[in-house]
């Protein structure tokens, strides 16, 4: 089991980056699957990306192709998430998940421990 705890968010101007992080306490973190979800006002939450339990392979969301990129240090218990060329679209609370072996799925559902969530916010 692991518990997923995000940090990083913040307010950004549009085209500028931020960097989020998730730190996940539990002693098998390399055996999770990790994904980053995300969850404007009023709105169902999306997927963002996901990275397979070595990092070897990754998915992204339409929307932020090009743009985010998921990556993960296992000796850390961190994957991360670097957001470049940011636009107010982006705005929402994002969320990082985990589940057990590998996968790159899309669906919340597929997705068993998160966390509390950080806020972004893109200023045009």
């Known amino acids: 089991q692991v518990q997923p705890v995000e940090s990083g968010g913040g307010l950004v101007q549009a085209g500028g980056s931020l960097r989020l992080s998730c730190a996940a306490s539990?002693?098998?973190?390399?055996?999770?699957?990790m994904g980053w979800f995300r969850q404007a006002p009023g709105k169902e939450r999306d997927f963002v990306a996901a990275?397979?339990?070595?990092?070897?392979?990754?998915r992204y969301a339409d929307s932020v192709k090009g743009r985010f990129t998921i990556s993960r240090d296992n000796a850390k218990n961190t994957v991360y998430l670097q957001m470049n060329s940011l636009k107010p679209e982006d705005t929402a609370v994002y969320y990082c998940?985990?589940?057990?072996?590998?996968?790159?799925?899309?669906?919340?559902?597929?997705?068993?421990?998160w966390g509390q969530g950080t806020q972004v916010t893109v200023s045009s």
């Open positions: 998940a985990a589940r057990l072996g590998y996968g790159l799925d899309p669906s919340q559902y597929d997705y068993s421990y």
């Open positions: 539990g002693r098998t973190f390399s055996t999770y699957s």
């Open positions: 990275i397979t339990w070595s990092g070897g392979n990754t």
